[in-house]
């Protein structure tokens, strides 16, 4: 029944000699049993829990079972892909339209009155911000920011409640709308992964059960390790279609927010990805048509330079190199200004209520309004420069449409603002006149460098704000003008070098993001499926090196520093040094742990249930000679069920016979995704059920991972990251050896018969007195 097993292979509990206590995770300052995360977050039970629910279940399942479950697997890989693509178009529509209809009204007032025009364009900002932020206060408050922070932290085991309800969603979808198209320093990318997230969870618990939304016959993928999967499909999709970047997308996802990878997972985010730019490349080909209004060039992020520099010399690599080292400065004191403010911002002014979250938004909505429309004013136009007849480009372009040249209070018809090309424009369309080719000395370096102040200062200020906020394009608008910069001084020095400045603030825009974001590989490709440049890949290549290691010279990545700061609590990638001189007893030294009897008193486990937090509780059970045995870990959630049930309450303390196990389904003790589950205050029992008694076998997991009290806290480290495990029991070191298993051991023969295994060859030998000798024997076959 496992019980016996577990009897046999478990060490004895720890006495009062000095022996350590069973810890819940390998954290050496972690209180006991996950009292480190009670509040906003809490660790995901991605380990199985193999208990007679379990087994009676997968024994009651046909042979077509895998099959079916694999097929569904890539169904709803295909309606995530569908889904996020639906919901990327939707908004990059939505905020197409409302930038064009606003920059076409204003652009129509200031011809007659550019003062009516300000305040007309002043007022049209404020209205999509407060639309924003009111949405993400009073509706979603989860919608807030990036959401990358989060569903990295989910992935790695961690997680913080509603980033995944419905009304995230909306608010993500909606808020994105008014924020970016209200002009704040931010994008709408970072939102758009969370968007994906969201809409692989809420298919995989089959919608929403609060809005009357779901469907059971989806309702498969009931454990946290099925939605794992399912979100980082998700957040690949997110990325697939926020920069129309398939292969990127799966790469962010393998290095940025996943902490656990395997084959199969990487096709069907693949396939995930693919979906979405077959959905993306059909909604821009039927928008080719006009049916979209304002939504055309400008629309999904795709900058074309592939007709700009063919080539590049190795005298450029130096002043490549300063472009990264650039990158790596002002991403790292990117981060680091960000923290300081959102901390501020956190302890003190957000504490104060909705309405100051409200304001503060309006305010910074204010700010920016005013400064993209009056700096432009201040600075003096330029006459357009002669252009080839065949380069597509027109100087100045019409009011109110994209374009390299945008005439804005000047004085003459073949006049141009350059500083107004940039500031007073959408984002998508300031970056591609900064990427644009062959369009030399059409920014003057003054203009620039008041561009890169105003916006650096605006986009570390807005961060933060209770608003749905991205850092792709407000860090790739801040590289790409120093790039630009720095490319303008390199065509001015090195005059007989075929060089093109927007190749220089393509190689600006990296670096910024490198070094802000720390990602190199996923961004490296990113950037040349956004551009259509691969000529330029080895310089890419290059200034993400640079910046990365300048950077994390300072400080972290710009996700980690806020998990951070959010009180995400990740595991990174590598231990700490300091945990190869630790072992698994020194982390575990000062915990308390709560166990419980295999037949407690429902009063007894409710007691426990109110005096503490933990999330794991180890069962023991008295053996033949009095002492006291493991046999398994029962989960906090699992024991609420019962309670909340109460068909498993019975009268005497002995163990319960073998009815019991048909009165639940393994699906009775699923968390669902998008809820906190049961609370120990929300269930009401009797005073006579209070003096009953509970069996406890049946429902725990008769074989947790355990570790012995030496083992190098480093080792535990690896094993409790790798696996995504909750709890590590820590016991004595094992007496005897009951087998020792192989890479042979593990690898299964099938038979005629489906049903049945056989192992090719196996170690475990019945026992014998000296237990030594087996595994001499056993070792000496390999």
Same mark, same amino acid.
């Given at each position: 029944?496992?019980?016996?097993?577990?009897r046999?292979a478990?060490?004895?509990?720890?006495?009062?000699?000095?022996?350590?206590?069973?810890?819940?995770?390998?954290a050496?300052?972690?209180?006991?049993?996950?009292?480190?995360?009670?509040?906003?977050v809490?660790?995901?039970d991605?380990?199985?829990?193999?208990?007679?629910a379990?087994?009676?279940?997968?024994?009651?399942?046909?042979?077509?079972?895998?099959?079916?479950?694999?097929?569904?697997?890539?169904?709803?890989?295909?309606?995530?892909?569908?889904?996020?693509?639906?919901?990327?178009?939707?908004?990059?529509?939505?905020?197409?339209?409302?930038?064009?209809?606003?920059?076409?009204?204003?652009?129509?007032?200031?011809?007659?009155?550019?003062?009516?025009?300000?305040?007309?364009?002043i007022?049209?900002?404020?209205?999509?911000?407060?639309?924003?932020?009111y949405?993400?206060?009073?509706?979603?408050?989860? /919608?807030?920011?990036?959401?990358?922070?989060?569903?990295?932290?989910?992935?790695?085991?961690?997680?913080?409640?509603?980033?995944?309800?419905?009304?995230?969603?909306?608010?993500?979808?909606?808020?994105?709308?008014?924020?970016?198209?209200?002009?704040?320093?931010?994008?709408?990318?970072?939102?758009?992964?969370?968007?994906?997230?969201?809409?692989?969870?809420?298919?995989?618990?089959?919608?929403?059960?609060?809005?009357?939304?779901?469907?059971?016959?989806?309702?498969?993928?009931?454990?946290?390790?099925?939605?794992?999967?399912?979100?980082?499909?998700?957040?690949?999709?997110?990325?697939?279609a926020?920069?129309?970047?398939?292969?990127?997308?799966?790469?962010?996802?393998?290095?940025e927010?996943?902490?656990?990878?395997?084959?199969?997972?990487?096709w069907?985010?693949?396939?995930?990805? /693919?979906?979405?730019?077959?959905?993306?490349?059909?909604?821009m080909?039927?928008?080719?048509?006009g049916?979209?209004?304002?939504?055309?060039?400008?629309?999904?992020?795709?900058?074309?330079?592939?007709?700009?520099?063919?080539?590049?010399?190795?005298?450029?690599?130096?002043?490549?190199?300063?472009?990264?080292v650039?990158?790596?400065?002002?991403?790292a004191?990117?981060? !680091?200004?960000?923290?300081?403010?959102?901390?501020?911002?956190?302890?003190?002014?957000?504490?104060?209520?909705?309405?100051?979250?409200?304001?503060?938004?309006c305010?910074?909505?204010?700010?920016?309004?005013?400064?993209?429309?009056?700096?432009?004013?201040?600075?003096?136009?330029?006459?357009?420069?002669?252009?080839?007849?065949?380069?597509?480009?027109?100087c100045?372009?019409?009011?109110?449409?994209?374009?390299?040249?945008?005439?804005?209070?000047?004085?003459?018809?073949?006049?141009?603002?350059?500083?107004?090309?940039?500031?007073?424009?959408?984002q998508?369309?300031?970056?591609?006149?900064?990427?644009?080719?062959?369009?030399?000395?059409?920014?003057? /370096?003054?203009s620039?460098?008041?561009f890169?102040?105003?916006?650096?200062?605006?986009?570390?200020?807005?961060?933060?704000?209770?608003?749905?906020?991205?850092q792709?394009?407000?860090?790739?608008?801040?590289?790409?003008?120093?790039g630009?910069?720095?490319?303008?001084?390199?065509?001015?020095?090195?005059?007989?070098?075929?060089?093109?400045?927007?190749?220089?603030?393509?190689?600006?825009?990296?670096?910024f993001?490198?070094?802000?974001m720390?990602?190199?590989?996923?961004?490296?490709?990113?950037?040349?499926?956004?551009?259509n440049?691969l000529?330029?890949?080895?310089?890419?290549?290059?200034?993400?090196?640079?910046?990365?290691?300048?950077?994390?010279?300072?400080?972290?990545?710009?996700?980690?520093?806020?998990?951070?700061?959010?009180?995400?609590?990740l595991?990174?990638?590598?231990?700490?040094?300091?945990?190869?001189?630790m072992?698994?007893?020194?982390?575990?030294?000062?915990?308390?742990?709560?166990?419980?009897?295999?037949?407690?008193?429902?009063v007894?486990?409710?007691?426990?249930? !109110?005096?503490?937090?933990?999330?794991?509780?180890?069962?023991?059970?008295?053996?033949?000679?009095?002492?006291?045995?493991?046999?398994?870990?029962?989960?906090?959630?699992?024991?609420l069920?019962?309670?909340?049930?109460?068909?498993?309450?019975?009268?005497?303390?002995?163990?319960?016979?073998?009815?019991i196990?048909?009165?639940?389904?393994?699906?009775?003790?699923?968390?669902?995704?998008?809820?906190?589950?049961?609370?120990?205050?929300?269930?009401?029992?009797?005073?006579?059920?209070?003096?009953?008694?509970?069996?406890?076998?049946?429902?725990?997991?008769?074989?947790?991972?355990?570790v012995?009290?030496?083992?190098?806290?480093?080792?535990?480290?690896?094993?409790?990251?790798?696996?995504?495990?909750?709890?590590?029991?820590?016991?004595?070191?094992?007496?005897?050896?009951?087998?020792?298993?192989?890479?042979?051991?593990?690898?299964?023969?099938?038979?005629?018969?489906?049903?049945?295994?056989?192992?090719?060859?196996?170690?475990?030998?019945?026992?014998?007195?000296?237990?030594?000798?087996?595994?001499?024997e056993?070792?000496?076959?390999?």
């Open positions: 029944d496992g019980i016996g097993m577990a046999l478990w060490s004895r509990l720890p006495t009062a000699d000095g022996a350590a206590p069973l810890p819940e995770g390998p050496a300052s972690a209180p006991a049993q996950d009292e480190l995360f009670v509040g906003a809490e660790s995901l991605y380990e199985v829990i193999e208990n007679y379990y087994r009676e279940e997968q024994a009651q399942r046909s042979k077509f079972w895998v099959p079916y479950y694999i097929m569904l697997k890539w169904f709803f890989a295909l309606l995530i892909g569908v889904g996020t693509g639906l919901a990327a178009i939707f908004i990059n529509l939505a905020v197409e339209n409302f930038s064009g209809w606003k920059f076409t009204l204003t652009f129509a007032i200031i011809q007659h009155s550019y003062f009516v025009g300000f305040l007309v364009y007022l049209l900002n404020l209205a999509l911000v407060f639309s924003s932020v949405i993400v206060t009073q509706f979603a408050p989860a /919608a807030a920011g990036s959401g990358i922070p989060e569903i990295k932290g989910y992935l790695n085991g961690v997680d913080t409640h509603g980033i995944l309800l419905f009304r995230t969603l909306v608010g993500k979808i909606f808020g994105s709308i008014g924020s970016v198209g209200g002009g704040l320093a931010l994008g709408k990318e970072g939102p758009l992964v969370h968007t994906g997230a969201c809409i692989a969870s809420l298919l995989g618990q089959g919608g929403s059960a609060k809005y009357h939304l779901n469907s059971r016959w989806v309702q498969i993928f009931e454990s946290d390790r099925d939605r794992r999967d399912l979100v980082t499909c998700g957040c690949a999709a997110g990325v697939a926020a920069f129309r970047a398939p292969v990127g997308g799966v790469l962010f996802a393998l290095e927010v996943t902490s656990w990878w395997r084959s199969h997972l990487m069907r985010v693949f396939f995930t990805s /693919a979906v979405v730019a077959v959905v993306v490349r059909s909604a080909n039927w928008c080719d048509s049916k979209c209004g304002h939504f055309g060039a400008g629309g999904f992020i795709i900058w074309d330079i592939s007709g700009g520099q063919e080539d590049y010399s190795y005298q450029e690599l130096l002043p490549v190199a300063i472009i990264g650039i990158g790596g400065l002002l991403g004191l990117f981060n !680091q200004l960000t923290l300081y403010i959102t901390k501020w911002r956190r302890t003190y002014l957000h504490k104060k209520g909705k309405r100051v979250q409200i304001f503060e938004a305010l910074i909505s204010l700010i920016t309004s005013t400064v993209s429309f009056v700096l432009p004013l201040l600075r003096k136009c330029s006459p357009c420069p002669e252009l080839e007849t065949n380069s597509g480009i027109q100045p372009h019409p009011p109110g449409t994209d374009g390299n040249f945008v005439n804005f209070y000047c004085s003459k018809d073949n006049e141009y603002n350059d500083l107004a090309t940039i500031f007073f424009n959408s998508d369309d300031a970056i591609r006149n900064l990427f644009s080719a062959k369009t030399f000395h059409e920014y003057s /370096a003054q620039l460098i008041t890169l102040v105003m916006f650096y200062s605006l986009a570390v200020v807005t961060f933060g704000t209770a608003v749905p906020a991205g792709f394009v407000p860090g790739i608008m801040i590289g790409s003008t120093y630009r910069l720095v490319g303008m001084s390199v065509v001015k020095f090195y005059k007989k070098l075929n060089v093109d400045e927007g190749t220089y603030a393509l190689l600006g825009a990296a670096s993001l490198g070094g802000s720390r990602m190199t590989v996923s961004l490296c490709v990113i950037m040349v499926e956004i551009t440049n000529q330029l890949l080895p310089l890419i290549m290059l200034v993400l090196l640079i910046s990365k290691a300048v950077g994390d010279f300072f400080n972290e990545g710009l996700y980690e520093e806020q998990a951070r700061l959010k009180g995400i609590p595991l990174d990638s590598r231990p700490k040094q300091v945990m190869r001189n072992n698994a007893k020194d982390a575990c030294k000062n915990q308390k742990v709560v166990c419980l009897p295999r037949v407690s008193r429902v007894d486990i409710v007691s426990v249930l !109110q005096s503490n937090k933990h999330n794991g509780f180890p069962i023991v059970e008295r053996g033949q000679n009095g002492e006291s045995l493991v046999i398994g870990l029962i989960l906090r959630s699992h024991l069920v019962l309670l909340q049930s109460k068909v498993d309450f019975q009268n005497t303390p002995f163990p319960c016979g073998p009815g196990l048909n009165r639940h389904n393994f699906s009775d003790f699923v968390k669902p995704a998008s809820s906190k589950g049961k609370s120990i205050d929300d269930i009401h029992l009797t005073d006579e059920e209070l003096g009953l008694y509970l069996d406890l076998a049946p429902f725990l997991n008769p074989s947790p991972y355990i012995p009290e030496d083992m190098s806290l480093a080792k535990v480290y690896n094993l409790f990251r790798q696996l995504g495990l909750r709890h590590i029991f820590v016991v004595p070191r094992p007496s005897r050896v009951v087998g020792l298993i192989t890479r042979k051991d593990l690898l299964l023969e099938e038979d005629g018969n489906t049903a049945t295994t056989e192992l090719q060859s196996t170690s475990v030998r019945t026992e014998v007195s000296n237990s030594l000798n087996i595994a001499l056993t070792v000496s076959r390999f």
